[in-house]
Structure formats: C-alpha cells, structure tokens
Nanobody, 128 residues
Framework: EVQLVESGGGLVQAGGSLRLSCAAS????????IGWFRQAPGKEREGVSA????????YYADSVKGRFTISSDNAKNTVYLQMNSLKPEDTAVYYC?????????????????????WGQGTQVTVSS
C-alpha cells in the first residue's frame, strides 16, 4: 500500500519561506513521479509542481516558477518543496501525490487526476 505523509506546513508572513516534505513508502520510489498540489477554500485543487523520479524532470505552475523548487532524495524516499517569497495567495492545503510512470504514456504532471495515491495534506498559511 502506497503511503504519503506531508509535513512542514505552517504560518508564515508574506515574503517568508517554508519547506514541505513528502515521505513515501510502499512503492518503488524510482518508478514514480511525485506531485505537489494545493487547494484553497472554495477553489479547485491545482497542480503546483512535480518531479519525475525516472528522469529527474521537474514541472512548475506558472504561478510559482522562480519561487518554488522541487527536489527528490531517492535514498530517503522523500520529495521536498522549497517555497520562497511566499504570497498570501499561496495559502492553501498542500498535498503530495504519487503517479506510477509508464514510459509509453505521456501525462500532464500537474493534473490531479493523473495521480492515484494522495497524502493527507498540510496547511500553509501566508499572512499579509
């Protein structure tokens, strides 16, 4: 059974930084892509960033490019999301999710429906 556990959320002032962690178990980490998604109250879940552990490709939503950095520690089965220059509009519950990759099938790495396994989420609140 795939399990994903997020940590690192919290309350931070605008312009501050947070680092989220997603610890994965129950899977062959190198065969998966891990994505970060967020959902603010009253809004749909949106893709923030993703990393493919098969080729280390990274993907970012336009709204976070240049501010957020995704990375993967394959030895620890953990993916990190470093969030800098945070804005109040970044406030949301952040989820990580896992997608088992198939080299013959192209996916949109920032689309939530591509991911089968999800963590419980961690709250990020950015005050103005």
């Amino acid at each position: 059974e795939v399990q994903l556990v997020e940590s690192g959320g919290g309350l931070v002032q605008a312009g501050g930084s947070l680092r989220l962690s997603c610890a994965a178990s129950g899977l062959t980490f190198d065969d998966y892509a891990i994505g970060w998604f967020r959902q603010a109250p009253g809004k749909e879940r949106e893709g923030v960033s993703a990393i493919s552990n098969t080729d280390s490709s990274t993907y970012y939503a336009d709204s976070v490019k240049g501010r957020f950095t995704i990375s993967s520690d394959n030895a620890k089965n953990t993916v990190y999301l470093q969030m800098n220059s945070l804005k109040p509009e970044d406030t949301a519950v952040y989820y990580c999710a896992a997608h088992q990759e198939n080299p013959y099938i192209y996916i949109d790495y920032l689309t939530p429906t591509e991911y089968a396994d999800w963590g419980q989420g961690t709250q990020v609140t950015v005050s103005s």
